[in-house]
């Protein structure tokens, strides 16, 4: 049988359910800085390099939420989320910050949009990783605080800032994300 690490993959694909594609393009135009390469009644494509995505938008009744808890882009650094986090709010989404919080096992900062469906994008980078069960940390994304649209603490920015000068000599972590999670 052949491992999938051994067959040439292009992107990743996700479809995306949304109420109206319309409203959902002016979101996704100002958080992936591009135009759509196809428009059609009912559907979007973006087809994107930097990260490599096949992402549609396809209008169907959305009534709530489902079975998708959230999507994300892995950075490697506290300075790159802030700096697509200052990108977001200059194109006119509502980003809110998440640093030094605990998330799938793991020690993270990153910033979340939401899309006018309840979408949530986080951009994210693993300050430490595999941190024991039992210990306090939260295993799943997206937490209560996160979820309720949080306003950032003042404590952010200086937060942030340790973040940046502990990342810049720390070696470069994975993600790890517990089972059911993110």
């Given at each position: 049988?052949?491992?999938?690490h051994s067959?040439?993959t292009l992107k990743?694909?996700v479809?995306?359910?949304v109420r109206?594609?319309?409203e959902?393009?002016?979101?996704?135009?100002a958080m992936?800085?591009?135009?759509?390469v196809?428009v059609?009644?009912?559907?979007?494509?973006?087809d994107?390099?930097?990260?490599?995505?096949?992402?549609?938008l396809?209008?169907?009744?959305?009534?709530?939420p489902?079975?998708?808890?959230?999507?994300?882009?892995?950075?490697?650094?506290?300075?790159?989320?802030l700096?697509?986090r200052d990108?977001?709010?200059?194109?006119g989404?509502?980003p809110?910050?998440e640093?030094?919080?605990?998330?799938?096992?793991a020690v993270?900062n990153?910033?979340?949009?939401c899309d006018?469906d309840g979408?949530?994008?986080e951009?994210?980078?693993?300050l430490?990783?595999?941190?024991?069960e039992?210990a306090g940390y939260d295993?799943?994304?997206?937490?209560?605080?996160a979820?309720a649209?949080?306003?950032?603490?003042?404590?952010t920015?200086a937060i942030a800032a340790a973040?940046i000068?502990?990342?810049?000599t720390?070696?470069?972590?994975?993600a790890?994300?517990?089972?059911g999670c993110?």
């Amino acid at each position: 049988m052949t491992a999938l690490h051994s067959i040439p993959t292009l992107k990743a694909h996700v479809a995306l359910n949304v109420r109206n594609v319309e409203e959902s393009l002016a979101f996704y135009r100002a958080m992936f800085a591009t135009e759509p390469v196809k428009v059609r009644t009912g559907y979007a494509k973006f087809d994107l390099d930097n990260p490599p995505l096949n992402f549609t938008l396809n209008e169907n009744r959305v009534d709530g939420p489902g079975a998708l808890s959230h999507m994300g882009i892995q950075v490697e650094s506290t300075a790159e989320v802030l700096a697509l986090r200052d990108l977001w709010a200059e194109r006119g989404l509502s980003p809110r910050d998440e640093m030094a919080t605990t998330c799938c096992y793991a020690v993270q900062n990153k910033a979340w949009v939401c899309d006018p469906d309840g979408n949530e994008w986080e951009v994210f980078t693993v300050l430490k990783d595999n941190l024991p069960e039992g210990a306090g940390y939260d295993a799943c994304c997206g937490s209560s605080d996160a979820k309720a649209g949080a306003a950032p603490s003042d404590t952010t920015a200086a937060i942030a800032a340790a973040a940046i000068a502990a990342t810049e000599t720390a070696p470069r972590a994975e993600a790890c994300c517990a089972p059911g999670c993110c």
